[in-house]
């Protein structure tokens, strides 16, 4: 059996080794000239690392993370608390993501990801689905799996009228930089006024990732420093914090701003021979930091289920039937973070919905 996957983000080659695992040839098409990830650090949870522990990556995995515990504060310094949950349900790995991205190119096989060369169309045939590449080239498979980010083209074919939509008002900023003679005594993240999250987190080769998020931003004006310095003004109490020196001691080339962009609810993720996966199905908003983690469920799901028989449309059903209630309740959980009315119940409903998310994992046939 052959698979095709466009796209090698994280889900794309996550998704690549887990049909490689089910016995499939890949091939990976990937319109950049070479594997990259936009961003800078990337919290991954427990349900993830299984899956990635289940594809023999784990243990390189955890050489470029962090393990990390997600618990805000207010401006003040003082810890939010969200009792009934355990500690369990605060930690993550934070890894690198440009080197997340290269060990999983690694671990496809580099011979088997096709650089430079964009997905512009398919053709479905009952019995296999013909993709049209950028280069003028075609590939036939069994079945075509769109791992291509929020934008998907995949997307635009299987499911028309679903353009990315901007999260209106929603900001984030962020970047790593090396060590710089400012003291982070530990990592801290803060639920601020003005709809505004933020913190700092020790990375695992001593550079720090700071990030400053808003809701309902007005629209940024001024350099990118000048757009995070203003709201760190929301985030700490003491003038000049720690977050407020890493932000201007931070060269702006290294800033990187987003403004956050959301896939619609979908009616259907598949057709009988074309899936998607990852932000192409799912862009969500980062305030629950969990797009790439659940991604990389999409991506075990899809693995074990075509494992599990030679009938693609069916596996495909499947996995449309569990995902697309699933992610209901992940819409629901991650706006009830967003519609809190105070930092305390925000930490309160995160923390729900990481519990929810590290229990309620999806059923794997097979494991
Ligand atoms: C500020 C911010 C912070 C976040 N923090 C976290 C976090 O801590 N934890 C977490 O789990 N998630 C986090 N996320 C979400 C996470 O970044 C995404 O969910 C994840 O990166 C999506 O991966 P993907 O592989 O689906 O898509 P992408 O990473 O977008 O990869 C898609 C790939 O497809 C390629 N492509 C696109 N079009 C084509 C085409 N036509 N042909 C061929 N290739 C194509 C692209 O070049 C790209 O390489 C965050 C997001 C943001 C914005």
């Known amino acids: 059996m052959r698979a095709v996957v466009i796209g090698a983000g ?24 070479a594997i990259r990830a936009a961003g800078a650090s990337l919290g991954l949870w427990a349900n993830a690392l299984a899956v990635l522990d289940d594809l ?39 890894a690198h993501r440009a080197k997340l991205n290269e060990l999983l190119a690694d671990a496809v096989g580099r011979d088997r990801i096709r650089l430079a060369t964009g ?10 689905v013909t993709v049209h590449l950028s280069d003028g080239s075609r590939a036939d498979a069994d079945v075509l799996v769109g791992a ?20 209106a008002g929603h900001h984030a900023w962020r970047a790593v930089i090396p060590a710089t003679g400012i003291a982070v005594p530990e990592n801290r993240l803060i639920l ?21 998020n808003q809701f309902k931003s007005p629209p940024p004006t001024g350099t990118l420093k000048q757009q995070a310095l203003a709201r760190v003004g929301y985030l700490e109490e003491e003038r000049d914090g720690i977050l407020a020196q890493l932000v201007a001691a931070t060269p702006e080339d290294l800033i990187l701003h987003n403004q956050v962009m959301l ?3 979908l ?35 899809l693995g074990r289920l075509l494992a599990s028989t030679d009938d693609v449309p069916a596996a495909l059903a499947a996995y449309q039937a569990a995902q697309l209630p699933r992610y209901e309740q992940v819409a629901r959980l991650s706006a009830a973070v967003e519609e809190a009315s105070t930092p305390q119940e925000f930490a309160q ?3 729900a919905f990481t519990h929810w998310m590290l229990t309620e994992r999806p059923q794997y046939p097979g494991a």
């Open 10 to 33: 994280i889900v794309g080659l996550t998704t690549s080794l887990a049909l490689r695992q089910a016995g499939f040839e890949v091939v990976v098409y990937e319109q950049a000239p």
């Open 56 to 94: 023999s990556v784990g243990e390189e995995l955890r050489c470029i993370g962090v393990p990390t515990e997600m618990y805000f504060h207010d401006p003040a310094g003082r810890l939010l608390d969200s009792p009934g949950f355990g500690v369990e349900d605060h930690q993550y790995l934070l």
């Open 119 to 128: 997905f512009r169309a398919y053709d479905e045939h009952e019995d296999h």
């Open 148 to 167: 291509d980010g929020a934008y998907s083209a995949v997307r635009a074919q299987l499911v028309p009228g679903t353009p990315a939509e901007e999260h």
């Open 192 to 212: 601020g006024t003005n709809g505004c999250r933020g913190g700092y987190v020790r990375t695992h080769d001593g550079r720090t990732y700071w990030l400053v």
């Open 263 to 265: 896939v619609p609810p």
């Open 267 to 301: 009616p259907h993720w598949v057709s009988a021979r074309v899936v998607l996966a990852g932000d192409a199905a799912h862009a969500m908003s980062p305030h629950i930091t969990a797009g790439a983690t659940l991604g990389i469920e999409d991506a075990a799901l």
């Open 349 to 351: 409903n995160y923390v």
